[in-house]
């Protein structure tokens, strides 16, 4: 178990540039999450796939935000026209499907900072 | 550096003592409840869950008590160490379409640990 990788780790750019945002769930989970959180805050849930469908988006996702998971494997996250706003720690987790409930495991995040 | 723990109620605990830590819950529907343990610049790391049809539930040197009456959650650690020191998420699910989990993060306790 390798855990919940996310890549970059850390990311500064200037306002209104694009980035995007890379997470390679464990192995075996065909659920995949992601979450926003910012300082003193609990994360925000933002969206949520199920092998490659996307099933779930929270309010908080607005059009500048994209999520694709186009294998049902790794997912990226894009973030297009950044704005100030929009710095926070992006945290993808992973969970499996079947015997009730499971627990979704998490990476250590993407920390975004816009100049 | 940063920290997640900025502006988080504070529980000061002396080495080898036991930790309460307690959280209040919003929706009586929730079935699952899962206690997290998020240390700086790292992602929320899974610590112990409990269903909503239990009371109690042990871990290694973790109890998570479940009181659905009064929607309250509390996670005790037996004789706190210095590793402990972390900021400490309940978090409650509520049953989803889809087999989705709508995981929704309380607040959040630092826990300090005085050597």
């Known amino acids: 178990d390798t855990g919940v990788s996310q890549d970059p780790r850390h990311k500064i750019t200037k306002r209104g540039q694009n980035v995007t945002f890379r997470c390679d769930p464990i192995?075996?989970?065909?659920?995949l999450y992601w979450y926003r959180q910012t300082l003193g805050q609990g994360p925000e849930f933002l969206t949520y796939?199920?092998?490659?469908?996307?099933?779930?988006k929270s309010r908080l996702l607005s059009d500048r935000f994209s999520a694709e998971r186009p294998k049902g494997s790794f997912s990226t996250l894009e973030i297009q026209r950044t704005e100030q706003g929009d710095s926070a720690m992006y945290l993808c987790?992973?969970?499996?499907?079947?015997?009730?409930?499971?627990?979704?495991?998490f990476g250590d995040g993407t920390r975004l900072s816009i100049l | 550096g940063e920290s997640v723990g900025l502006h988080l109620p504070t529980l000061s605990v002396q080495e080898g003592d036991n930790s309460i830590i307690n959280c209040a819950y919003s929706n009586s529907a929730s079935d699952y409840f899962i206690w997290y343990k998020q240390e700086s610049g790292k992602g929320p790391q899974f610590i112990i869950d409990?269903?909503?049809?239990?009371d109690k539930r042990q871990g290694q040197r973790v109890t998570v008590l479940l009181n659905k009456t009064v929607k309250h959650l509390s996670l005790q650690i037996a004789a706190t160490q210095p590793g402990d020191s972390a900021v400490y998420f309940c978090a409650e699910n509520l049953p989803g379409s889809g087999g989705y989990q709508k995981v929704t993060f309380g607040t959040g306790t630092k826990l300090q640990v005085i050597p």
């Open positions: 987790a992973s969970s499996r499907t079947g015997g009730g409930n499971q627990p979704q495991h």
């Open positions: 796939f199920q092998n490659e469908a996307q099933l779930e």
């Open positions: 409990i269903r909503s049809n239990m």
């Open positions: 192995s075996e989970h065909n659920r």
